[in-house]
């Protein structure tokens, strides 16, 4: 029902700037909320942030607050993660994911786009 496909991630020292992009297809998105994941090699994957369709709210995990931005744009059907100050620790897989507003698990997810900080 929902295709996720992730972009912009790459390379960038610490301190830098990336922004990811996952553009949504195959569905309508107004009853849906939208989430980045991400997950570091032999760990496990963790929530970063959280948007709502068609309502302003947002979510994060603490670990990004006051770094990472999440947002959207209905129109091109288009959700971004905007993430300053990076860390090394910020190294991971990012995944997109979409899940039905009234679900508690996300069940379509993108192939996911490495991010890579160095110190």
């Known amino acids: 029902q929902v295709h996720l496909v992730e972009s912009g991630g790459g390379l960038v020292q610490a301190g830098g700037s990336l922004r990811l992009s996952c553009a949504a297809s195959g569905q309508t998105f107004t009853s849906y909320r939208m989430g980045w994941f991400r997950q570091a090699p032999g760990k496990e994957r963790e929530f970063v942030a959280a948007?709502?369709?068609?309502?302003?709210?947002?979510y994060y995990a603490d670990s990004v607050k006051g770094r990472f931005t999440i947002s959207r744009d209905n129109a091109k059907n288009t959700v971004s993660l905007q993430m300053n100050s990076l860390k090394p620790e910020d190294t991971a897989v990012y995944y997109c994911a979409a899940a039905l507003h009234y679900r508690l698990e996300y069940d379509y997810w993108g192939q996911g786009t490495q991010v890579t900080v160095s110190s």
């Open positions: 948007i709502y369709w068609s309502a302003p709210s947002t």
